[in-house]
């Protein structure tokens, strides 16, 4: 299971830090992303991290801005939004990819949280 935590309402220009706890005793043998849904449109990529955490990679969108990490020992993956912007308002979603899979394609995401809202707004 994946619980994702830590949105909130933020101003254009603040920041937020994302956090995904997953359970289980095999967290570190998968990569781990983050996508988003704004209302009215389809989920989307955000980032994504290697099991090990050396290697990440991010949609152009938030390049830049979001760092994605990870701490094995504790079960986490997290995401610092950093430069905040109203079309960053959406529900953020980690989830855990089939196997030994890592890039942006959704549909090779097989375990997602429940996301958590993140709103930017004056």
């Known amino acids: 299971q994946l619980q994702a935590s830590g949105g909130g309402l933020v101003q254009p220009g603040g920041s937020l830090r994302l956090s995904c706890a997953a359970s289980?005793?095999?967290?570190?043998?998968?990569?781990m992303g983050w996508f988003r849904q704004a209302p009215g449109k389809e989920r989307e990529f955000v980032a994504t991290?290697?099991?090990?955490?050396?290697?990440?990679y991010y949609a152009d969108s938030v390049k830049g801005r979001f760092t994605i990490s990870r701490d094995n020992a504790k079960n986490t993956v997290y995401l610092q939004m950093n430069s905040l912007k109203p079309a960053d308002t959406a529900v953020y979603y980690c989830?855990?990819?089939?196997?030994?899979?890592?890039?942006?394609?959704?549909?090779?995401?097989?375990?997602w949280g429940q996301g958590t809202q993140v709103t930017v707004s004056s």
């Open positions: 989830a855990a990819p089939y196997g030994n899979y890592w890039g942006d394609d959704i549909l090779k995401y097989r375990y």
């Open positions: 289980g005793r095999t967290f570190s043998s998968y990569a």
């Open positions: 991290i290697t099991r090990s955490g050396i290697s990440t």
